[in-house]
């Protein structure tokens, strides 16, 4: 879904420290509310990647083998 990649990689780009962790909140203005909240910012996106990525394995054979 192209949509989902999107959003996917606007997460990644915007939302994550880059090393562990993705941040609380974007603001429309721009400002990002950097707290790590456990509930919040980590498990729902890691649940939301994890869905992500288990469709994309559905989908693509080739990397069917990756995803066991």
């Known amino acids: 879904n192209h949509l989902a990649s999107k959003l ?3 997460a990644v ?10 941040y609380y909140k ?3 203005n721009g400002d990002i509310n950097k707290a790590i909240f456990i509930r919040w910012g980590q498990a729902w996106m890691y649940y939301a990647l994890v869905k992500y990525l288990s469709n ?3 989908r693509d054979e080739s990397i069917a083998t990756y995803c066991r």
């Open 8 to 10: 996917v990689d606007f």
């Open 13 to 22: 780009e915007n939302m994550f420290n880059g090393k562990d962790c993705f």
């Open 26 to 28: 974007l603001f429309k």
């Open 56 to 58: 994309i394995c559905l």
